[in-house]
């Protein structure tokens, strides 16, 4: 059965970074690769294997949902699980998101303990839903 | 950075909440760390903020500067609970949503959207001053999304007896109650978990007001609005008003009557699942009434925004507010004179108006609150006076609604109550695809009962049926006086046959009880119900005819039975959904 492994995570935040990443690798652990922008993020994307992309939506330059369309237009990661990762959690946003094709939505600011096993979860519902 | 495979299970099972302790404190380690790194750089950040905002506010122009403050006021709003700073995200949030709609807005930026700036970037300042919540503790609390029912309940109380048996009956109903027996404990505590309430003795630590100290230092300190109920042997006025000055909303003599304590449990918690707050604001500043929102909507209270006075009554038609949020100058109409014609408008005469002016003339503050005005808050205003004012204003409106609701007589509720309910489960039933049963009960030879016992036996004979199947029925289902001895009564995803049994039950329970005439001789009586359900019916009109001619049949037969709407029997013995009866005239009588 497939393991949900290698989660790439995009926040431009150092802060909220590091609390991720280390709520994900100490609790839930996987194995986290973090990139600070989209540019960074796509560039790991395309070159690297990831199960699952955790991504911030507000960001400079390239913002998430940017991001979001990239992966989607590539065939290498059209089909890889995105989750945003974002304070901006109005419905509206929400179904946005979701419309362009994110796998869910994961609100900020996120209860750190409660963050890989709600990370795992999306994760098995998409994989459920292939 | 890679793990081993047996680090990996473990932190998967720590995943799933089998949570071994030595991985948990590494983990709660670090964050201790980075929490505190959190906390060491939020001043810079606030200066960064304060800066930007003065940029902005001297010169409109520089819109660079704002949009950099705008990036770092966000990610206050998405970090600051995960750090332990619930309140640096709730503030951050809304000072967000207000600099969005100013840096929108063609305008300059006036006065009073600068003072409304500045009191936020203080609220803010002040919340980041507060010490971080611990790392093993996460609290979202003021900051949205309060979804979970909170039924946790402190109980403050030197005498470690009473204070088991309270914690046993509360445990007994559901909630998860916890005890302290002094107030150092309770102050500890109180600020790593918000309850639902707090039970507290007056004399705790065996002090005259001990109790009251410590509620008035926990709420100097806390940011959190905490939900105080006395529990006093002293029934004098100066103990009263001691707990309200430390903010009690709830005073119960010793000993404790617990159904009337948990009453007032019920109603505090209820607060948290019940429907969320509907507010108006009407304010012609687009950026103060975006301000409005986003503080109440923080607090899930829902909103809806009118910047002119055209609209006005089709827009209090349609969202039905529970309380409006006026601006005292709406272009050339006053506040004062909509909240007239609210007041003088059939339905909406008691809907509660708070008024938000930047005016600091009290003449005119009396003059509003004469015409129809219930509170002022002054511009810039505090968000959390703001939450608080509209919280205990439309607390008490569905208090008072609920009485108006209710029938006199039998406390159950009265007709028009019941109909609306009626019309509201029918719909919902139908949306969900629930079925739904419908009783109409009528008291056998009520008239007889009157005119030989007279009304005032006769009034204690439906208070008894009122409240035997207030005891009797699920708390889903609902009962309300129809008409004179006619009660309804819904069961919601309910099937015929249930719902004849559940009736039949109450029926034969109440032909068994003794009434007292007024010579002291006792009497019985009984009464006769008809019943329907939906489906097969697909309206409320059909439901209630068709429970009607249940009700007339089982009266035919004989009464003191319960007999079912024969399409209703019909669809459930061959398990049809539909809405087709085919037997409908058939009669069992």
Same mark, same amino acid.
């Given at each position: 059965?497939?393991?949900?492994?290698?989660?790439?995570?995009?926040?431009?935040?150092?802060?909220?970074?590091?609390?991720?990443?280390?709520?994900?690798?100490?609790?839930?652990?996987?194995?986290?690769?973090?990139?600070?922008?989209?540019?960074?993020?796509?560039?790991?994307?395309?070159?690297?294997?990831?199960?699952?992309?955790?991504?911030?939506?507000?960001?400079?330059?390239?913002?998430?949902?940017?991001?979001?369309?990239?992966?989607?237009?590539?065939?290498?990661?059209?089909?890889?699980?995105?989750?945003?990762?974002?304070?901006?959690?109005?419905?509206?946003?929400?179904?946005?998101?979701?419309?362009?094709?994110?796998?869910?939505?994961?609100?900020?600011?996120?209860?750190?303990?409660?963050?890989?096993?709600?990370?795992?979860?999306?994760?098995?519902?998409?994989?459920?839903?292939? | 950075?890679?793990?081993?495979?047996?680090?990996?299970?473990?932190?998967?099972?720590?995943?799933?909440?089998?949570?071994?302790?030595?991985?948990?404190?590494?983990?709660?380690?670090?964050?201790?760390?980075?929490?505190?790194?959190?906390?060491?750089?939020?001043?810079?950040?606030?200066?960064?903020?304060?800066?930007?905002?003065?940029?902005?506010?001297?010169?409109?122009?520089?819109?660079?500067?704002?949009?950099?403050?705008?990036?770092?006021?966000?990610?206050?709003?998405?970090?600051?609970?995960?750090?332990?700073?619930?309140?640096?995200?709730?503030?951050?949030?809304?000072?967000?949503?207000?600099?969005?709609?100013?840096?929108?807005?063609?305008?300059?930026?006036?006065?009073?959207?600068?003072?409304?700036?500045?009191?936020?970037?203080?609220?803010?300042?002040?919340?980041?001053?507060?010490?971080?919540?611990?790392?093993?503790?996460?609290?979202?609390?003021?900051?949205?999304?309060?979804?979970?029912?909170?039924?946790?309940?402190?109980?403050?109380?030197?005498?470690?007896?009473? @204070? %088991?048996?309270?914690?046993?009956? !509360? =445990?007994?109903?559901?909630?998860?109650?916890? +005890?302290? $027996? /002094?107030?150092?404990?309770?102050?500890?505590?109180?600020?790593?978990?918000?309850?639902?309430?707090?039970?507290?003795?007056?004399?705790?630590?065996?002090?005259?007001?001990?109790?009251?100290?410590?509620?008035?230092?926990?709420?100097?300190?806390?940011?959190?609005?905490?939900?105080?109920?006395?529990?006093?042997?002293?029934?004098?006025?100066?103990?009263?008003?001691?707990?309200?000055?430390?903010?009690?909303?709830?005073?119960?003599?010793?000993?404790?009557?617990?159904?009337?304590?948990?009453?007032?449990?019920?109603?505090?918690?209820?607060?948290?699942?019940?429907?969320?707050?509907?507010?108006?604001?009407?304010?012609?500043?687009?950026?103060?009434?975006?301000?409005?929102?986003?503080?109440?909507?923080? @607090? %899930?209270?829902?909103?809806?925004? !009118? =910047?002119?006075?055209?609209?006005?009554?089709? +827009?209090? $038609? /349609?969202?039905?507010?529970?309380?409006?949020?006026?601006?005292?100058?709406?272009?050339?109409?006053?506040?004062?004179?909509?909240?007239?014609?609210?007041?003088?408008?059939?339905?909406?005469?008691?809907?509660?108006?708070?008024?938000?002016?930047?005016?600091?003339?009290?003449?005119?503050?009396?003059?509003?609150?004469?015409?129809?005005?219930?509170?002022?808050?002054?511009?810039?205003?505090?968000?959390?006076?703001?939450?608080?004012?509209?919280?205990?204003?439309?607390?008490?409106?569905?208090?008072?609604?609920?009485?108006?609701?209710?029938?006199?007589?039998?406390?159950?509720?009265?007709?028009?109550?019941?109909?609306?309910?009626?019309?509201?489960?029918?719909?919902?039933?139908?949306?969900?695809?629930? @079925?739904?049963?419908?009783?109409?009960?009528?008291?056998?030879?009520?008239?007889?009962?009157?005119?030989?016992?007279?009304?005032?036996?006769?009034?204690?004979?439906?208070?008894?049926?009122?409240?035997?199947?207030?005891?009797?029925?699920?708390?889903?289902?609902?009962?309300?006086?129809?008409?004179?001895?006619?009660?309804?009564?819904?069961?919601?995803?309910?099937?015929?046959?249930?719902?004849?049994?559940?009736?039949?039950?109450?029926?034969?329970?109440?032909?068994?009880?003794?009434?007292?005439?007024?010579?002291?001789?006792?009497?019985?009586?009984?009464?006769?119900?008809?019943?329907?359900?939906?489906?097969?019916?697909?309206?409320?009109?059909?439901?209630?005819?068709?429970?009607?001619?249940?009700?007339?049949?089982?009266?035919?037969?004989?009464?003191?039975?319960?007999?079912?709407?024969?399409?209703?029997?019909? @669809?459930?013995?061959?398990?049809?959904?539909?809405?087709?009866?085919?037997?409908?005239?058939?009669?069992?009588?």
């Amino acid at each position: 059965m497939a393991e949900l492994n290698r989660i790439l995570l995009v926040d431009d935040e150092p802060d909220i970074q590091e609390v991720a990443r280390t709520a994900l690798e100490i609790v839930g652990g996987f194995t986290v690769i973090t990139a600070g922008s989209g540019e960074q993020a796509l560039e790991l994307a395309l070159s690297e294997q990831f199960d699952l992309v955790l991504l911030d939506v507000m960001m400079p330059d390239m913002d998430g949902p940017q991001v979001l369309a990239r992966l989607k237009q590539n065939a290498k990661t059209r089909d890889l699980p995105v989750v945003f990762l974002t304070a901006k959690v109005q419905s509206h946003e929400v179904q946005e998101y979701l419309r362009l094709g994110a796998a869910d939505v994961l609100s900020k600011p996120f209860d750190p303990m409660a963050l890989p096993a709600d990370v795992r979860r999306i994760w098995e519902n998409a994989l459920a839903a292939d | 950075m890679r793990k081993l495979n047996f680090a990996r299970l473990i932190a998967q099972a720590l995943a799933r909440q089998m949570v071994p302790a030595t991985n948990t404190d590494a983990f709660l380690q670090q964050m201790d760390a980075l929490r505190q790194r959190f906390n060491d750089g939020l001043p810079d950040k606030l200066s960064q903020v304060r800066r930007g905002w003065e940029a902005f506010a001297n010169n409109h122009q520089d819109e660079a500067a704002v949009r950099e403050t705008l990036q770092v006021v966000h990610r206050l709003a998405g970090s600051g609970a995960t750090f332990g700073h619930p309140q640096v995200s709730r503030f951050a949030k809304i000072l967000e949503g207000l600099l969005e709609a100013l840096l929108g807005q063609a305008s300059a930026v006036t006065d009073r959207q600068a003072a409304q700036a500045r009191e936020l970037l203080e609220c803010l300042e002040r919340a980041a001053a507060v010490p971080p919540l611990p790392a093993r503790s996460f609290s979202l609390t003021g900051a949205g999304d309060e979804h979970a029912v909170n039924r946790d309940i402190f109980i403050a109380e030197s005498d470690p007896a009473s @204070a %088991r048996e309270l914690k046993e009956q !509360l =445990d007994n109903f559901g909630y998860s109650a916890r +005890v302290f $027996s /002094d107030a150092a404990t309770l102050d500890q505590a109180l600020q790593e978990t918000v309850p639902a309430a707090v039970l507290i003795d007056l004399e705790l630590g065996g002090e005259a007001f001990g109790g009251v100290y410590a509620a008035i230092r926990v709420n100097a300190r806390a940011e959190q609005h905490v939900q105080w109920i006395f529990l006093s042997r002293r029934d004098d006025l100066e103990a009263r008003l001691k707990a309200i000055h430390a903010g009690s909303r709830a005073f119960f003599l010793k000993p404790l009557r617990i159904a009337d304590l948990l009453k007032q449990v019920e109603t505090l918690t209820e607060t948290e699942q019940s429907e969320p707050y509907r507010v108006l604001i009407v304010e012609d500043d687009a950026a103060m009434a975006h301000f409005a929102a986003m503080t109440l909507e923080q @607090a %899930r209270i829902k909103t809806a925004c !009118l =910047d002119s006075p055209a609209t006005f009554l089709d +827009v209090v $038609s /349609d969202f039905k507010p529970e309380l409006v949020l006026m601006d005292l100058y709406l272009g050339s109409t006053l506040g004062t004179d909509l909240a007239q014609v609210l007041e003088q408008h059939d339905g909406y005469d008691n809907l509660p108006v708070i008024y938000l002016s930047g005016e600091d003339d009290k003449g005119i503050h009396f003059d509003a609150l004469d015409k129809g005005g219930d509170n002022f808050l002054q511009k810039p205003i505090n968000p959390q006076h703001l939450v608080q004012a509209v919280h205990s204003r439309v607390r008490r409106a569905r208090q008072l609604a609920e009485l108006v609701h209710r029938d006199g007589l039998t406390g159950i509720m009265n007709h028009r109550a019941i109909m609306g309910r009626v019309t509201e489960l029918v719909k919902r039933c139908i949306r969900h695809k629930h @079925a739904l049963s419908l009783a109409m009960l009528d008291i056998d030879f009520f008239k007889p009962v009157n005119d030989t016992h007279g009304h005032a036996v006769g009034d204690r004979v439906l208070q008894a049926l009122g409240r035997m199947m207030q005891q009797r029925l699920r708390e889903s289902d609902l009962v309300g006086r129809y008409g004179g001895e006619e009660f309804l009564v819904l069961l919601p995803e309910t099937g015929i046959e249930n719902a004849r049994q559940v009736i039949d039950e109450v029926r034969d329970r109440f032909a068994k009880v003794k009434h007292t005439a007024q010579d002291g001789s006792e009497f019985m009586v009984t009464f006769s119900a008809g019943l329907a359900c939906l489906p097969p019916h697909s309206s409320q009109e059909e439901l209630l005819l068709a429970a009607d001619e249940a009700l007339y049949a089982a009266k035919h037969a004989g009464r003191n039975q319960v007999s079912c709407d024969p399409a209703s029997d019909a @669809a459930a013995q061959q398990g049809i959904v539909s809405g087709e009866g085919s037997l409908l005239g058939g009669s069992d009588g």
